[in-house]
Antibody, heavy 115, light 111 residues
């Protein structure tokens, strides 16, 4: 069964850091680009970052550039998002997503930035 | 990169058909056949309904269809059912520097 399972969310103070993980299974993870998408409470979906299959190409939304770092470990079938200098506006459910095979999304992981 | 433009809300009665538009630019919707549509019920993860403009994933009802004309993509739901009430989001490929852009979402109400 194809699965994407996000983890690592939680409550963090403004200026703090958090590392999200996405465990992939049921498909050849190393062959596909992966993405992080977020959804603030009561708001729409926002693309955050993309990474190519071999990590050669990496892109970020302007809203997170310079603060977030996407990475992957193909040997562990895992995608990561290192989030630094977190702000209140980063509060959201974070989803990992794949847009080539169009795999089902996971349930996401909630990040709350608050003092 | 600006978000794609969707109507904030649409409504219809059971059995009717509705169409949700998604307007982009020649840099995203107009240039690529990579528009997807997601359905999201409250508290749930988005569910893929249409990909690559008009393709339906296995298990998605054929009441859902997608199309595109110029810079505007559309999702049509025919034979509206109560369970179709949800938020719907479009998404398009937008080129290598900012690969993906979403619409602001449309709340569908089944009257």
């Amino acid at each position: 069964e194809v699965q994407l399972v996000e983890s690592g969310g939680g409550l963090v103070k403004p200026g703090g850091s958090l590392r999200l993980s996405c465990a992939a299974s049921g498909f050849t993870f190393s062959s596909y680009s992966m993405n992080w998408v977020r959804q603030a409470p009561g708001k729409g979906l926002e693309w955050v970052s993309s990474i190519s299959s071999s990590s050669s190409y990496i892109y970020y939304a302007d809203s997170v550039k310079g603060r977030f770092t996407i990475s992957r470990d193909n040997a562990k079938n895992s995608l990561y998002l290192q989030m630094n200098s977190l702000r209140a506006e980063d509060t959201a459910v974070y989803y990992c997503a794949e847009f080539e095979r169009w795999l089902p999304w996971g349930q996401g992981t909630l990040v709350t930035v608050s003092s | 990169q600006s978000a794609l433009t969707q109507p904030a809300s649409v409504s219809g009665s059971p059995g009717q058909s509705i169409t949700i538009s998604c307007t982009g630019t020649s840099s995203d919707v107009g240039s690529y056949n990579l528009v997807s549509w997601y359905q999201q019920h409250p508290g749930k993860a988005p569910k893929l309904m249409i990909y690559e403009g008009s393709k339906r994933p296995s298990g998605v009802s054929n009441r859902f269809s997608g199309s595109k004309s110029g810079n505007t993509a559309s999702l049509t739901i025919s034979g509206l059912q109560a369970e179709d009430e949800a938020d719907y989001y479009c998404c398009s490929y937008a080129g290598s520097s900012t690969p993906w852009v979403f619409g602001g979402g449309t709340k569908l109400t089944v009257l």
